[in-house]
């Protein structure tokens, strides 16, 4: 089959590969109709995350048409021709974190687990496609994807939507749903997101959704106009960071007390325009001396009211450096974050796309055939051609 293959930092091919088979009795073969790049995908392909391996097939939003199933697979749940969407964290459902809705924490599916042992004290769930420190499994921007344990990681869905209306529960919508529900929104709060791509899109939509009485979103006008203007259409007041002071602004329109709630969708590619935001830690990444970037997430920290929460969607992998612990502590900040719990969003997010209050597809610009990948990496990556999400087509 057809698969887009991380070779090196910088470079994805499309690739012939051996079709997946079988492995463990409660394995399902899907055939990929759908499948996304994620903003996650480029946090890989840009040599962040360390633990990956020429030729590792990456993706993990995928969807499509079950082909086989294991013998031990519960049909009742999913069965041959089923039309399904995976979630990104592979999960058993049966563990002590599934069991409390922890999904993305599953103590039975990182068959790398000592790696992640090293790493965070405790090793999470397998994901799809994401490095060896997550189990290195297969992803799902191929032609045909393996799914362990697919009665609990096939979803299954209904015949009477697109692929692009349901694509997105594998990740960005519970993500973005996720983030918000974190942080207990009251009717009247302001929620502040740093970043307008995929995820900041979705925590606009969900934190409506939620009762939020007011969103600000925060981008970059010079680099990502289309970006903020999704934002707008999705109901959010604006903040440019490249020409606005995102504190002053802020603490401006929330009579200076800052906003109740703070998410960074950014992660670990943060970009910025001050000493600390765009030298320092460039510089420090480069010198392989911190791994990851946290403008946005200081920011958040710093401009969020006292007593609110900071809530943090975005990918962070390694060591952050100067995290503002004083105003985290002083100012009595929650903090909450997690890989998303996908699993346990999906009844409830399907019916918010059944009831009509969401179309997902609304975040979709590019649609390309898998052969087109590499290219589509490009342009998601460097945000060119007004590129916010590729949704890529193994079959076309
Ligand atoms: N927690 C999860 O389970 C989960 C799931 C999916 C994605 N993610 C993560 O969410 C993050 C966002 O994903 P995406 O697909 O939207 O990515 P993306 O790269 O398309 O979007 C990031 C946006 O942040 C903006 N940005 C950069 N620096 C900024 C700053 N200092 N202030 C404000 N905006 C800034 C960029 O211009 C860009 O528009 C990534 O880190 C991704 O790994 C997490
Ligand atoms: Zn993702
Ligand atoms: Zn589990």
């Known amino acids: 089959m057809k698969a887009l293959v991380w070779c090196a930092p910088r470079k994805v091919a499309v690739e012939d590969v051996p079709d997946p088979a079988i492995l463990n009795r409660r394995d399902a073969i899907v055939r990929v109709t759908s499948t996304a790049i994620c903003g996650s995908d480029l946090h890989l392909v840009d040599g962040f995350i360390p633990f990956m391996k020429p030729g590792d097939i990456i993706g993990h939003e995928s969807m499509g048409i079950v082909e086989e199933v294991g013998p031990d697979v519960d049909r009742s749940k999913v069965n041959v021709g089923d039309r399904v969407v995976v979630p990104f964290p592979i999960a058993c459902g049966n563990c002590f974190f599934c069991r409390r809705g922890l999904w993305s924490c599953c103590d039975n599916t990182n068959p790398k687990a000592h790696m992640g042992d090293e790493l965070f004290g405790q090793a999470t769930a397998g994901i799809f496609g994401y490095s060896h420190l997550t189990g290195g499994f297969a992803g799902g921007q191929a032609e045909f994807v393996r799914v362990p344990l697919a009665d609990v990681n096939c979803q299954k869905m209904p015949?009477?939507?697109?692929?692009?209306?349901?694509?997105?529960?594998?990740?960005?919508?519970?993500?973005?749903?996720?983030?918000?529900?974190?942080?207990?929104?009251?009717?009247?709060?302001?929620?502040?997101?740093?970043?307008?791509?995929?995820?900041?899109?979705?925590?606009?939509?969900?934190?409506?959704?939620?009762?939020?009485?007011?969103?600000?979103?925060?981008?970059?006008?010079?680099?990502?106009?289309?970006?903020?203007?999704?934002?707008?259409?999705?109901?959010?007041?604006?903040?440019?960071?490249?020409?606005?002071?995102?504190?002053?602004?802020?603490?401006?329109?929330?009579?200076?007390?800052?906003?109740?709630?703070?998410?960074?969708?950014?992660?670990?590619?943060?970009?910025?325009?001050?000493?600390?935001?765009?030298?320092?830690?460039?510089?420090?990444?480069?010198?392989?001396?911190?791994?990851?970037?946290?403008?946005?997430?200081?920011?958040?920290?710093?401009?969020?009211?006292?007593?609110?929460?900071?809530?943090?969607?975005?990918?962070?992998?390694?060591?952050?450096?100067?995290?503002?612990?004083?105003?985290?502590?002083?100012?009595?900040?929650?903090?909450?974050?997690?890989?998303?719990?996908?699993?346990?969003?999906?009844?409830?997010?399907?019916?918010?796309?059944?009831?009509?209050?969401?179309?997902?597809?609304?975040?979709?610009?590019?649609r390309l055939p898998l052969s087109e990948a590499p290219h589509a990496y490009e342009i998601f990556r460097d945000k060119k051609d007004g590129c916010i999400k590729v949704v890529l087509n193994p079959a076309s």
């Not at 939507?161 to 983030?179: C, H, K, N, R, V």
């Not at 959010?236 to 960074?264: F, K, N, Q, S």
């Not at 765009?278 to 920011?299: C, G, W």
């Not at 004083?326 to 997010?349: C, D, F, S, W």
């Open 159 to 366: 015949p009477d939507f697109t692929d692009e209306q349901l694509l997105f529960l594998s990740d960005i919508f519970p993500t973005g749903y996720m983030a918000v529900e974190h942080c207990n929104v009251q009717p009247d709060d302001t929620v502040a997101v740093w970043g307008c791509g995929p995820v900041g899109q979705f925590v606009i939509r969900s934190a409506f959704l939620l009762g939020a009485g007011r969103v600000i979103a925060i981008d970059d006008e010079k680099k990502v106009p289309e970006r903020l203007q999704m934002a707008r259409d999705g109901g959010a007041l604006t903040i440019d960071m490249h020409d606005e002071y995102v504190y002053d602004r802020l603490l401006e329109l929330t009579c200076g007390i800052g906003p109740d709630v703070c998410i960074d969708a950014v992660g670990m590619e943060a970009h910025g325009y001050t000493m600390l935001g765009s030298i320092y830690d460039k510089v420090k990444t480069n010198l392989f001396m911190e791994t990851e970037r946290p403008h946005a997430l200081r920011q958040a920290i710093t401009c969020c009211r006292k007593g609110g929460t900071v809530s943090i969607p975005g990918v962070y992998g390694g060591l952050s450096d100067k995290i503002p612990m004083g105003a985290l502590m002083n100012k009595g900040l929650t903090i909450k974050t997690g890989q998303t719990h996908v699993h346990k969003y999906v009844p409830e997010l399907l019916e918010h796309i059944r009831s009509g209050r969401v179309d997902p597809g609304f975040v979709v610009t590019h």
